[in-house]
């Protein structure tokens, strides 16, 4: 890898642009050689539990064991051939997402790390084949670690949520939910950086009300929609990792627009939402998954009558 010096200039100019339905159409389309069409699932006993009825999109069993397999791979499809090397920045989902596309081509990928995340994250990152690039846990801090590493090193750097060929990919997920399931009220989905809420919101074209779900201790996207501003992240200390990244600018924008609420979860109903979700459909789900149904126990008022749930994804270690 040789030295290069502007990183602008190996950013790939569609991720810039705003992404439209037609976007996520074409990325089924061209995703679906690779990914798995997961199941839709349902529960009787967490149906009585939420008060409603609910049908389960479950990205868990997805390629890498999250959602963020379809933005990954979107994205990888569409590199130039003569691109070998590729970073990016993740906690984990989108690291391991990025390592297993990336493999796909035969190109390498590099993930900045922060030190404090899940081990278990950390080897299934590896395991997919990335080289992980450890940072601290702060955000300036991997966007420093970033920058660094871009100034040294030829590659073309993916950002995890911010841009257009991710959104567009994991919009494909509430796609196929909206293709099974053609008279739900609402669809709810977990937000941290935004690509998933801001995917489903295309993807529902205004036809189905896209709710989000956001633990109370990293609540800058439910500050943002509030003030009218983009807000920045409070130092997060949630357990749901997956959603500890601050709300991206191009999501931001297709969230306001939607004008989509957003509904909080406290850390004790993430937990139990964890164990309901184990117990009554024998099905292993994250905390970044599990915020969805907690705060629908949160919040019960805004929960509709027959609702989509996206569950995000299932990265836990056993025991957990």
Same mark, same amino acid.
């Given at each position: !890898?040789?030295?290069?010096?502007?990183?602008?200039?190996?950013?790939?100019?569609?991720?810039?642009?705003?992404?439209?339905?037609?976007?996520?159409?074409?990325?089924?389309?061209? %995703?679906?050689?690779? %990914?798995?069409?997961?199941?839709?699932?349902?529960?009787?006993?967490?149906?009585?539990?939420?008060?409603?009825?609910?049908?389960?999109?479950?990205?868990?069993?997805?390629?890498?064991?999250?959602?963020?397999? #379809?933005?990954?791979?979107?994205?990888? !499809?569409?590199?130039?051939?003569?691109?070998?090397?590729?970073?990016?920045?993740?906690?984990?989902?989108?690291?391991?997402?990025?390592?297993?596309?990336?493999?796909?081509?035969?190109?390498?990928?590099?993930?900045?790390?922060?030190?404090?995340?899940?081990?278990?994250?950390?080897?299934?990152?590896?395991?997919?084949?990335?080289?992980?690039?450890?940072?601290?846990?702060?955000?300036?801090?991997?966007?420093?670690?970033?920058?660094?590493?871009?100034?040294?090193?030829?590659?073309?750097?993916?950002?995890?949520?911010?841009?257009?060929?991710?959104?567009?990919?994991?919009?494909?997920?509430?796609?196929?939910?909206?293709?099974?399931?053609?008279?739900?009220?609402?669809?709810?989905?977990?937000?941290?950086?935004?690509?998933?809420?801001?995917?489903?919101?295309?993807?529902?074209?205004?036809?189905?009300?896209?709710?989000?779900?956001?633990?109370?201790?990293?609540?800058? *996207?439910?500050?943002?929609?509030?003030?009218?501003?983009?807000?920045?992240?409070?130092?997060?200390?949630?357990?749901?990792?997956?959603?500890?990244?601050?709300?991206?600018?191009?999501?931001?924008?297709?969230?306001?627009?939607?004008?989509? #609420?957003? *509904?909080?979860?406290?850390?004790?109903?993430?937990?139990?939402?964890?164990?309901?979700?184990?117990? !009554?459909?024998?099905?292993?789900?994250?905390?970044?998954?599990?915020?969805?149904?907690?705060?629908?126990?949160?919040?019960?008022?805004?929960? *509709?009558?027959?609702?989509?749930?996206?569950?995000?994804?299932?990265?836990?270690?056993?025991?957990?």
């Amino acid at each position: !890898m040789s030295s290069n010096g502007s990183t602008q200039s190996r950013l790939e100019t569609q991720a810039l642009r705003i992404p439209t339905r037609d976007c996520v159409q074409a990325a089924a389309s061209r %995703i679906a050689p690779h %990914i798995h069409h997961t199941p839709v699932l349902r529960s009787r006993s967490l149906n009585e539990v939420v008060g409603t009825e609910l049908l389960f999109k479950c990205e868990n069993f997805q390629k890498t064991g999250a959602f963020k397999a #379809r933005g990954a791979v979107n994205v990888v !499809m569409q590199l130039s051939s003569d691109i070998e090397f590729v970073v990016t920045h993740s906690s984990g989902n989108h690291g391991a997402a990025i390592a297993w596309a990336t493999s796909l081509r035969e190109m390498k990928s590099f993930v900045v790390v922060p030190t404090d995340a899940s081990p278990f994250k950390r080897r299934n990152m590896e395991r997919y084949g990335a080289t992980l690039v450890d940072c601290g846990q702060e955000l300036e801090s991997r966007e420093s670690v970033l920058e660094e590493f871009l100034r040294q090193h030829e590659a073309t750097f993916i950002h995890p949520y911010d841009d257009a060929r991710i959104v567009a990919g994991q919009g494909t997920v509430t796609m196929e939910l909206l293709e099974s399931e053609r008279n739900l009220d609402q669809i709810w989905v977990p937000v941290g950086g935004g690509g998933l809420a801001s995917g489903a919101i295309l993807a529902a074209n205004g036809n189905v009300e896209v709710v989000c779900a956001e633990p109370e201790l990293a609540k800058d *996207a439910y500050l943002s929609m509030r003030s009218g501003y983009r807000q920045p992240p409070q130092p997060p200390v949630t357990i749901a990792d997956g959603l500890r990244s601050s709300l991206g600018e191009l999501n931001f924008g297709i969230l306001k627009e939607a004008k989509t #609420r957003i *509904a909080l979860a406290t850390e004790d109903s993430i937990k139990r939402a964890v164990g309901l979700v184990f117990e !009554m459909m024998k099905v292993v789900i994250e905390p970044s998954a599990a915020v969805v149904v907690a705060a629908m126990l949160d919040n019960p008022s805004y929960v *509709a009558k027959r609702v989509g749930v996206i569950l995000s994804g299932g990265n836990i270690p056993y025991p957990s």
